[in-house]
């Protein structure tokens, strides 16, 4: 056999599986690389979605934040808009309860203004005359004027400017007109004391008349100089604004009233045992009754 040695073809295929073992190394080397680097490509994307993540998980959570507590928050949201329902409807009712009392008033007003100017116009008939037609214009007077004082004092009239001072309304024009009032029931009940009682009254009585009248004019006046810090317009809960006393100047006025109210009372007792014109009497025991309901609430206005 003309060929090679055995020893060199022992190391030809020696060296055959050196270069094989070499190429395969090679080709596997690649091809671990070529995967190595694909995985490590993989895995490069794979720490880029877990970082785009965990920066969207904060965005995530925020806005489920947002939506639950906007769905947390939903409850109260439709109770403020329940109340506010509730407050609007509330004031329209006041609104137009105190609408309906402004125009009972205004007819009621209205209808002693006819009376008393019929009865001016037929002055000189007897009976008018002895119902004490001046006495009744100037209590009317005082009546329109004590209602617009309170009307204006507890905001149920919104007037502006000069009209929201408590002093003018709340005191001269309340507080002072139903005073008035009273004082013309009182001079009514001193006429028919003096024409069936006691035709002379002696000076004692006319001093505590004298003090009876100046009695609230007083306070009135001491009020005023005292100004907006015992008497101002503060706001009330319902959003509109009502004249408020402090408690030591509602207690002075509280004591005259009760005063007056008194004086009142001896003035009709003195008149029981009154049998001529009755009727009079009558009359003028009621109209001090409805002066002193009035005065009554006053006191809790």
């Excluded at 028919?192 to 008349?209: C, D, E, H």
């Excluded at 319902?238 to 408690?247: E, I, M």
């Excluded at 109210?261 to 009079?280: D, E, G, P």
Aim: proline fraction near 3%.
């Amino acid at each position: 056999m003309t060929g090679m040695p055995l020893g060199s073809q022992s190391r030809l295929n020696e060296s055959e599986f050196a270069s094989n073992g070499t190429m395969a190394d090679d080709s596997v080397t690649e091809d671990l690389g070529w995967d190595h680097t694909d995985f490590a490509g993989r895995n490069t994307d794979g720490d880029e979605d877990a970082l785009s993540n965990e920066q969207s998980t904060p965005v995530l959570a925020q806005t489920l934040m947002a939506e639950t507590e906007g769905t947390t928050t939903g409850a109260p949201l439709a109770t403020t808009d329940a109340s506010g329902q509730k407050t609007k409807v509330a004031q329209l009712v006041n609104t137009a309860a105190e609408k309906s009392f402004m125009i009972a008033c205004a007819i009621f007003f209205g209808l002693q203004a006819l009376a008393l100017i019929l009865g001016w116009s037929k002055y000189n008939y007897a009976p008018l005359r002895a119902k004490q037609l001046p006495l009744l214009t100037i209590s009317f007077i005082a009546s329109v004027f004590w209602m617009l004082g309170t009307l204006q004092s507890n905001h149920v009239l919104v007037a502006r400017g000069v009209y929201q001072r408590c002093i003018l309304f709340g005191v001269w024009f309340a507080l002072m007109g139903i005073h008035v009032m009273l004082l013309c029931f009182a001079f009514r009940m001193i006429r028919l004391y003096r024409a069936y009682v006691a035709p002379k009254l002696t000076s004692l009585f006319y001093l505590r008349l004298f003090a009876f009248t100046l009695m609230l004019p007083i306070v009135a006046a001491v009020g005023t100089v005292v100004g907006s810090k015992s008497i101002a317009f503060q706001p009330a809960a319902d959003g509109s604004s009502q004249c408020v006393a402090q408690t030591g100047w509602k207690a002075g006025t509280d004591v005259v009233i009760v005063i007056e109210l008194l004086f009142l009372a001896t003035l009709s007792w003195s008149l029981r045992r009154m049998q001529h014109a009755y009727q009079k009497r009558r009359e003028t025991i009621i109209g001090s009754a409805v002066v002193s309901v009035t005065l009554i609430l006053n006191m809790f206005m």
